[in-house]
């Protein structure tokens, strides 16, 4: 276990010095300041908006950072060769990859948390107060990219090179958010055979509108209760260790 935090503290420096954190990591920052922009509007107006405009900018650039790190988390060190300085120490395979996905989920974590306070604040500025609903949607973001880390460290397990792994790990997360919208397609398609098929590739992908609250926060609908809260934690579970364990087994098999 110390094993693991030591490479995950070594991890979580690396990726905060990455060109990839910082690019993503401003650009989330600027998306925030820029949602005040529309002070022209009217007061409830301008408020919906801030807080639409600064969800969005945390979620999709924070899911950026998670991405493009673990898309090459591991094969991007197998290219460096500095996988075999890592795994000279008192390091197993296994110890990296929990390692490594612990250390992108804290960097992410990192830009979540200070964008997050920063909206935080926006916010309190325009209406003197921040309803709970702000703080659980950027908690449940915090939950997608454990997800999104899983994935990621996943593909990089196997992949031939960095790009290939970020490139796959894009594509599932774009396909996550389109979920709901797959599984329709199985009510309007009559052939057993594509029906089936979809409804499988619905299963497999993870349904990341779970973790979605921007409209709910914005328009003032009812928040999740705390069973679907607790569904919601044990869904990002079950899903990360599978995607880790599948990816040990994997890059227990890859030639270094």
């Keep these: 276990m110390k094993q693991i935090f030591i490479l995950a503290q070594k991890s979580l420096r690396k990726s905060l010095r990455n060109k990839i954190f910082i690019v993503?990591?401003?650009?989330?920052?600027?998306?925030?300041?820029?949602?005040?922009?529309?002070?022209?509007?009217?007061?409830?107006?301008?408020?919906?908006?801030i807080k639409d405009v600064g969800l969005a900018g945390i979620s999709i650039f924070s899911s950026l950072i998670a991405i493009f790190?673990?898309?090459?988390?591991?094969?991007?060190?197998?290219?460096?060769?500095?996988?075999?300085?890592?795994?000279?120490?008192?390091?197993?395979?296994?110890?990296?990859?929990?390692?490594s996905w612990l250390g992108i989920i804290l960097t992410a974590g990192v830009a979540i948390l200070i964008n997050g306070a920063v909206l935080v604040f926006l916010i309190y500025l325009r209406q003197n107060f921040v309803e709970p609903g702000i703080f659980l949607a950027i908690s449940f973001m915090e939950l997608e990219i454990i997800i999104i880390?899983?994935?990621?460290?996943?593909?990089?397990?196997?992949?031939?090179?960095?790009?290939?792994?970020?490139?796959?790990?894009?594509?599932?997360?774009?396909?996550?958010?389109?979920?709901?919208?797959?599984?329709?397609l199985t009510k309007l398609v009559d052939r057993r055979i594509i029906k089936g098929f979809i409804s499988l590739i619905c299963w497999i992908l993870p349904n990341l509108e779970y973790f979605n609250l921007r409209e709910k926060v914005v328009k003032?609908?009812?928040?999740?209760?705390?069973?679907?809260i607790?569904?919601?934690?044990?869904?990002?579970?079950?899903?990360?260790?599978?995607?880790?364990?599948?990816?040990h087994l994997l890059f227990q098999r890859k030639e270094l």
């Design 230 to 247: 607790g569904r919601l934690l044990l869904y990002t579970f079950f899903y990360s260790a599978i995607c880790l364990v599948i990816a």
């Design 24 to 49: 993503f990591f401003l650009f989330a920052v600027m998306i925030v300041f820029l949602s005040i922009l529309f002070s022209l509007l009217t007061f409830t107006a301008e408020v919906k908006i």
């Design 149 to 184: 880390t899983s994935i990621g460290i996943l593909f990089s397990s196997f992949s031939s090179s960095a790009l290939t792994g970020t490139l796959l790990c894009l594509f599932v997360y774009l396909l996550g958010h389109l979920n709901p919208q797959l599984y329709l």
């Design 69 to 99: 790190l673990s898309g090459e988390a591991v094969v991007g060190e197998v290219e460096k060769k500095t996988i075999y300085i890592l795994l000279s120490k008192p390091a197993d395979r296994a110890g990296f990859i929990v390692g």
């Design 220 to 228: 003032g609908y009812p928040l999740p209760d705390v069973i679907y």
